[in-house]
């Protein structure tokens, strides 16, 4: 009979048990009771609930809600951002400015382990497939009418008075988030960090991709993320075991090594946060189809400064391209839990070290208390190639972090050039294999 304790506490040197065959959320026979999710109040009131949901902070520049950017200093609006310092720059007067940090406006000063609820911020909210990506902005120069598709741009200039008028009113189309985090690697060192890139891998590379490689291309691109801060506590439980012996029987190709293995029940509870964790929110980005493309070098060069972030203008995104969000919270929410659920799991690995053959989990239950969700454009320099190869298409990326500099990406490969290099460092044996593998790919 085993004792309660050794698998709630997952010490080796108790008595070792048999892995529980109960399912989830059933109290194994030989174990304490699972914990389960606490119980609301029956007798709370309606109006209580609503009361008790958190209100969604409004991070709507209204300074700008004319839609005219103009400068502090002159009242120019030919303004854009200077990548080298970070700052919105006039380009008549040379004034550089700054919009206010976005994290003072999120009221998430308190602590993150007293987060409850859902709250989504203003430019997070659920877009509307109704709303059209098409606005009409009165100039505040001269009266006139200026057009501005959203889905092509967030800045316009005005045909009469030259004028530059900018969207920075949150509609519900996915187009204006809560933050941007402007750049700071300039174009040139984010060219020289790709040329450096693609040269470390200039052997393999196919031929065409050196011939065509023209690193002065590199775009920069505002992508749109979720910020999320969160609140959550998971359980954990599965089978450890530790080694007792181990053996060998038998002799030449009939030797065997056998292992003698002590098995524990082990549960684990751990209640954690999470600050500024950051998920893509375009369906786009999201796919990674490796068959097609390489977006998963997105994620390679993470993370960002988020906390740098200032509060929305569309005059950060001048001279720049962008993608507008696509993506609810509710779209997300299955990648949030996800990764939870991977930090809990990281959160108790050193807390099972004494199973020196592993531990295996079997369940999880996770419970998030609380979230809170900010829509935001971060910063890459892109640098995109479309490889044709035996008729299938992929397209390599090679991108820069546009805050840290961080660089990842993709070339294609010159199948030849691989095979010849195993041939010649390696044994015979090892090109059959390779060129097998190239061949069956």
């Not at 050193?350 to 935001?376: A, F």
Request: include cysteine; charged fraction near 20%; hydrophobic fraction near 35%.
């Amino acid at each position: 009979m085993s004792d309660p304790a050794a698998w709630s506490q997952g010490d080796p040197e108790r008595a070792p048990v048999q892995p529980a065959s109960e399912p989830f959320g059933v109290a194994p026979e030989q174990g304490a009771a699972q914990p389960q999710p606490p119980a609301q109040p029956d007798d709370l009131a309606a109006s209580e609930l609503l009361d008790a949901q958190p209100v969604a902070p409004n991070t709507q520049n209204q300074r700008l809600s004319d839609g005219v950017n103009r400068c502090p200093k002159c009242g120019s609006t030919d303004i854009q951002l200077r990548p080298s310092t970070g700052k919105l720059i006039c380009l008549f007067c040379r004034h550089e400015w700054a919009e206010a940090q976005v994290e003072g406006l999120l009221g998430a000063e308190g602590d993150l382990k007293d987060l409850t609820g859902t709250i989504i911020s203003s430019g997070a909210a659920n877009i509307d497939p109704a709303v059209s990506g098409v606005l009409t902005m009165k100039c505040g120069g001269c009266g006139s009418e200026v057009v501005v598709n959203t889905e092509q741009a967030l800045h316009a200039r005005c045909h009469w008075c030259r004028h530059v008028l900018t969207v920075n009113e949150q509609v519900p189309n996915g187009a204006v988030p809560d933050a941007v985090l402007p750049f700071s690697i300039t174009h040139d060192q984010a060219v020289e960090r790709i040329r450096q890139f693609a040269g470390k891998r200039r052997t393999f590379a196919h031929r065409t991709f050196i011939k065509e490689f023209t690193p002065e291309n590199v775009v920069g691109v505002y992508l749109p993320y979720m910020v999320i801060d969160g609140n959550a506590s998971a359980d954990v439980w599965g089978n450890g075991e530790v080694l007792i012996r181990s053996y060998t029987r038998g002799s030449g190709d009939d030797k065997e090594t056998y292992y003698d293995a002590d098995v524990y029940q082990v549960q684990r509870h751990v209640d954690f946060t999470v600050d500024d964790l950051t998920i893509e929110s375009s369906a786009e980005r999201a796919n990674m189809n490796t068959l097609v493309n390489t977006n998963n070098i997105i994620n390679t060069i993470l993370p960002f400064d988020t906390k740098n972030a200032v509060q929305w203008n569309a005059s950060y995104l001048t001279g720049f391209t962008s993608e507008k969000r696509d993506q609810d919270v509710s779209g997300v929410q299955p990648v949030l839990e996800d990764q939870l659920l991977s930090i809990a799991r990281s959160q108790v690995e050193g807390s099972v070290s004494n199973y020196d053959r592993g531990v295996r989990w079997e369940h999880e239950r996770l419970e998030v208390h609380g979230t809170r969700w900010v829509s935001m454009y971060l910063p890459v320099w892109l640098y995109s190639y479309y490889h044709v190869d035996r008729g299938k298409g992929m397209v390599h990326y090679i991108a820069v972090n546009g805050r840290t500099g961080e660089t990842m990406g993709s070339v294609p490969v010159s199948r030849g050039r691989l095979l010849a290099a195993a041939l010649t460092v390696g044994t015979v044996l090892e090109g059959f294999v390779i060129a097998f593998l190239v061949a069956t790919a």
